[in-house]
């Protein structure tokens, strides 16, 4: 139990230092500060609900075919804020 209390210690620190400092857009430090702000803020989460993620699930809609799933993951799993690759 030491050992996992002392990695979520780190990890969450870790975390906070690379949220804290900004970055250009699309950068490591910049999606992570989003991602870690918009979790912090869990009023505008609920009141947003899934709305955020309804361009995606529209364009996941679309897919019908092989070179359909090809074209969705080179649009929307390879550029930010989906970025699969470092």
Do not use: K
Request: glycine content about 6%.
């Amino acid at each position: 139990m030491e050992l996992y209390q002392g990695n979520v210690q780190f990890v969450e620190t870790r975390i906070r230092q690379l949220a804290a400092v900004s970055g250009p857009l699309g950068s490591v430090n910049q999606l992570l500060g989003d991602f870690y702000a918009s979790g912090l803020d869990s009023a505008r989460v609920e009141a947003l609900g899934y709305r955020p993620l309804m361009p995606y699930l529209r364009a996941v809609d679309q897919v019908r075919t092989r070179q359909d799933v090809l074209d969705f993951v080179a649009d929307h799993l390879t550029t930010p804020p989906c970025r699969w690759s470092a």
